[in-house]
């Protein structure tokens, strides 16, 4: 079955230091993957759309890598600040004909301590 | 605000009986999709429409849950003899027309619900 897995446990990371979480895949030949963030309580944003023929997809203090070979993406955010805190989920798009939702993973709390 | 919005934001209900969520998407959005999510998991898939019409539904969707959108722009999901196991967040996105821009998918604050 397909799966999405993503660091469950709690990152912390020092302020100003670069932030790496992992998103893994099993089972999936996604045509992109995004990345999203949700704050407690509220629905998830969207923060990058990298696709599978793109190694590297920047913006701002972001940056998202994606090895089709690995079935992996990585996600970085550098000169990280306490605001960053949340948790951030990989997502790809559902496989098989007609579908168009997501499939997301778990997500991975960040906490940048100051 | 011109966001997804939804109606309400926080339901309790006992179990057994019928609640109605409503979803009003971005206004040029022609899909809208459901998800829930429950404490610690990512969202997960329920339904999606384009316009009017609904193109799938998840094996999540048991009998009880069934989703409209009968004009193309606000969508109902109605959740009949609620169970203890609905207690979720459900949640609404919509997304653009447009073959490259369908990908990214603005979500609405959610509705907490409680089945007691």
């Known amino acids: 079955s397909q799966k999405i897995e993503q660091n469950s446990e709690a990152l912390n990371i020092q302020e100003g230091k670069t932030a790496t979480l992992t998103c893994n895949y099993t089972?999936?030949?996604?045509?992109?993957l995004q990345w999203y963030r949700q704050d407690p309580g509220r629905g998830p944003v969207f923060l990058l759309l990298?696709?599978?023929?793109?190694k590297e997809k920047r913006k701002e203090r972001l940056k998202v890598t994606f090895d089709t070979t690995l079935k992996q993406s990585l996600f970085h955010i550098t000169a990280s600040q306490p605001a960053d805190s949340a948790t951030y989920l990989c997502?790809?798009?559902?496989?098989?004909?007609?579908?168009?939702?997501?499939?997301f993973g778990k997500g991975t709390h960040l906490i940048i301590q100051p | 605000d011109t966001g997804v919005s939804q109606d309400p934001r926080h339901k309790i209900t006992k179990r057994g009986q019928n609640v109605t969520f409503r979803c009003d998407p971005i206004?040029?959005?022609?899909?809208l999709y459901w998800y829930r999510q429950t404490l610690g998991q990512g969202p997960e898939f329920l339904t999606y429409?384009?316009?009017?019409?609904?193109?799938?539904k998840s094996r999540l969707l048991s009998d009880r849950f069934s989703a409209e959108r009968p004009k193309g722009s606000f969508s109902t999901l109605e959740i009949q003899r609620t169970e203890q196991g609905d207690s979720a967040m459900y949640l609404c996105?919509?997304?653009?027309?447009?073959?490259?821009?369908?990908?990214?998918?603005?979500f609405g604050p959610g509705t907490r619900l409680t089945v007691l």
């Open positions: 996105a919509s997304s653009r027309p447009g073959s490259r821009t369908h990908n990214e998918q603005f």
């Open positions: 089972n999936y030949s996604p045509a992109y």
């Open positions: 990298i696709r599978e023929n793109e």
């Open positions: 997502a790809l798009r559902r496989s098989g004909g007609g579908a168009d939702g997501l499939t």
């Open positions: 206004s040029e959005h022609n899909r």
């Open positions: 429409f384009q316009n009017e019409a609904q193109l799938e």
